[in-house]
């Protein structure tokens, strides 16, 4: 039994019901227990997004051993270490001065910030040792992480105003899978999908508002500066931010005008202007600044003219793989949004069925000039997340991650204020399996041997005993060497990244390398220490090439789904082989 003070006067609110004081005893009596329950059941889901939270951070503290694509360290980190830490990496052609194709300014304020705050830490505070492989992979995934809570804000702040339930469309962005492994790495695609939440935060005052509202409430000056500023830096970040950007600035540019149209949204552009031409200076002026040296003269660098003309070649695009146009729609959506990527193709077809039926009873041009792209919260966010998917599926290179910032209109979309999420069951499931796969099982044993690999060449060698070592890494993706923490000259170590070799490929290689001219210099031989790693599935073509192994280390879990396992290989007692990477120490041909 709870017993309340009495109240005089006034009335008290319950789960959203007015009840007046007069009535309490008997009215708390009937509503107490579903309400108590409403009000559990909220505070649980707000726990729950509490703890993904807490998830989220500490997964990368952990590290996250999954390696999703070469481009999260290829486009950022392995550069920047380069740069500024001055340490053996790879630089990808998009960073050289003779085909600058990438700008370089969110790879300095987010790797090069925390390599910058590392190398500045290890020459002035008290540990000198801090720099390490460990260090250098979770600084900027840490960096991400915290800038992947700006998502929470911005589904916090928009869903009222959608129509979708809060802390049912925060639950469901915390749980995603894209979210703790997508957001927590070093993606420039990662970077879109923030800017592209923050456009819809700066479009929303101009979009959505209250049915009392006849037009949009003019924002202070500095509102159309900085939106005309963020859809710059994405257009630098990808050009392909303009798919994401063209519905929120649409409606931006026409709703409220009285005559809708070309010259609306022109009038509305020219607004943009200012903050979008000072943002264009400062990232050509970094990017010119950057990929300006003695061999190349000084001249602009426009890197998004550069990206453009290099992807809009079909012949580049066919190097890194041709896909079907409907890959986006009929397997990319499903594989990083699952069930919720089904919901919305359900509402998308509930929209046209209603759309068509209009038509029929309407009349075909009555039921167009009827409808209208705000006619609910629900068809906008139908169109935040299918008009970036269609603009992109033109393109005929599709990678599932170049969807990830589709997420944020998804989770609004499938969180209505009227109903409950539905399949909650099926949505776990799926995003626990998307987690463990992306985050720990696909190339999982990668970045952990690189850490032990580190360990062995920073290792204490006798001065009479100088070491050459040769790290040879074949059937894994490309080993990002900044892990490794070398010096730029002079370090006794040689990196081979041999890719999908063929097997006597692979002994031509390894022969010549036990006999290069480093093992034999004058004054005496050193010692060589030549490393093998490459997966359990391919193990056997080591062992073809007739050297014996002197150690060998196993890092699991990892699959390659370049040379998957056989299912009798996963069934049979040997299942843990197969399912990690092998790191073979070889001695000298037999």
Known sequence: MIVRPPQPRGTMQICGSSVAS??????????????????????????LWGGLGLLRVLWCLLPQTG?????????????????????????????????????????????????????????????????S????????????????????????????????????????????Y????????????????????????????????GPTCKEPVPGPWWHSWLLGGIVTAGFFNRPTFLAFAVVPLYLWGTRGATNPGLKSLTREALVLLPGAALTAVVFVAMDSWYFSSS??????????????????????????GTHVRLTHLAVNGFLLFGVLHAQALQAAWQQLQAGLQASLQMGLLRALGAWSLL??????????????????????????????????????????????????????????????????LHQGGLVPGLEYLEQVVHAP????????????????????????????????????????TEDWVLCQALKSFTRQPACQVAGGPWLC???????????????????????ETLVFPHLTLEDPPALSSLLSGAWRDHLSLHIVELGEET
């Open 67 to 131: 390696y999703v694509h070469p481009d999260e360290f290829f486009q950022s980190p392995e550069v920047m270490a380069e740069d500024i830490l001055g340490v053996q990496a790879t630089r990808p052609w998009e960073f050289y001065p003779s085909s600058p194709c990438r700008t370089v300014v969110f790879p300095l304020l987010t790797s090069g910030s925390t390599f910058w705050l590392l190398r500045l830490w290890g020459e002035l505070g008290p540990w000198p040792g801090l720099v």
């Open 529 to 551: 220490r030549v490393f093998v790693v490459t997966p359990g599935t391919t193990r056997g073509a080591v062992e073809k090439c007739s050297f014996p192994f002197k150690n």
């Open 22 to 47: 007069v009535a309490a005893g008997t009215s708390f009596q009937v509503l107490g227990p579903v309400c108590w329950q409403q009000l559990d059941l909220k505070m649980a889901v707000r726990v």
């Open 375 to 440: 006619s609910s919260p629900r068809s906008y966010l139908l169109l935040l997340y299918f008009m970036p998917l269609a603009l992109l599926s033109a393109f005929s290179h599709q990678e599932a991650r170049f969807l990830i910032p589709l997420l944020v209109p998804l989770v609004l979309l499938c969180s209505p204020q009227t109903q409950p999420v539905p399949w909650k069951g099926t949505v776990v499931l799926f995003n626990a399996l998307g987690a463990f796969f992306f985050g720990c």
């Open 178 to 209: 894209v979210t703790l492994v997508f957001y927590t790495r070093t993606f420039s695609n990662t970077i879109e999908g923030l800017l592209f939440a923050w456009l819809l935060v700066l479009v929303s005052p101009h979009v959505m508002w």
């Open 133 to 176: 492989s460990y260090a250098l992979l979770v600084g900027p995934r840490l960096l991400l992480a915290a800038l992947s809570f700006a998502l929470d804000g911005v589904v916090y702040h928009l869903a009222p105003l959608l129509g979708a339930d809060r802390w049912n469309a925060l639950a469901l962005l915390s749980g995603s």
């Open 295 to 320: 061999a190349t003269s000084r001249t602009l660098v426009l890197t998004p003219v550069n990206f453009l003309h290099y992807n809009l070649n079909p012949q580049n695009l066919a190097r890194h």
């Open 461 to 500: 060698v006798l001065p009479s005993a100088p070491t050459h070592y040769t790290l040879l890494f074949t059937h894994t993706y490309m080993p990002p060497r900044h892990l490794l923490h070398l010096p730029g000259l002079g370090a006794p170590v040689e990196v081979v990244d041999m890719g999908g």
